[in-house]
Nanobody, 116 residues
C-alpha cells in the first residue's frame, strides 16, 4: 500500500521561504519520479517541479530560479524548497509519486499561503 504524506505548508509573507516534504512509503522500489503540483484559484493542478530517480529535475517557468526540488533516497522523502515566494504561489501543493508498474499516487496536499 502506497502512502504519501506532505508537510511544510503554512502562511508566509511575500519574499519568504518554505520547504515542503513528501514522505513516500510502500512500493518505493518501483518509484520512478516524484512531482509537485499546485492547485490555485483556478482549481486545476499545475505541475510545479519534478525529479526522477535518475536525478533529472524539471521546473515550471514561473518557479525557475526560486524553487528547488530534491530527494532523500535513504528516507524516501522528496523536498520542495521554495524561496522568494509571492502571492501567485498561493495554493494547495500536492505531491504525486509515479511508479513503473503501479498507478500514480497522490498525496492529500498541503496549503501554502503567501501574503503581500
Amino acid at each position: 500500500q502506497v502512502q504519501l504524506v506532505e508537510s511544510g505548508g503554512g502562511l508566509v509573507q511575500a519574499g519568504g521561504s518554505l520547504r515542503l516534504s513528501c514522505a513516500v512509503s510502500g512500493r518505493v522500489f518501483d518509484l520512478t519520479a516524484v512531482e509537485w503540483y499546485r492547485r490555485g484559484s483556478e482549481r486545476k493542478r499545475d505541475l510545479v517541479a519534478s525529479i526522477t530517480t535518475d536525478g533529472i529535475r524539471n521546473y515550471a517557468d514561473s518557479v525557475k530560479g526560486r524553487f528547488t526540488i530534491s530527494r532523500d533516497d535513504v528516507n524516501n522523502v522528496a523536498y520542495l524548497q521554495m524561496n522568494n515566494l509571492n502571492p501567485e504561489d498561493t495554493g494547495v501543493y500536492f505531491c504525486k509519486a509515479k511508479f513503473k508498474l503501479y498507478a500514480d499516487y497522490w498525496g492529500r496536499g498541503t496549503q501554502v499561503t503567501v501574503s503581500s
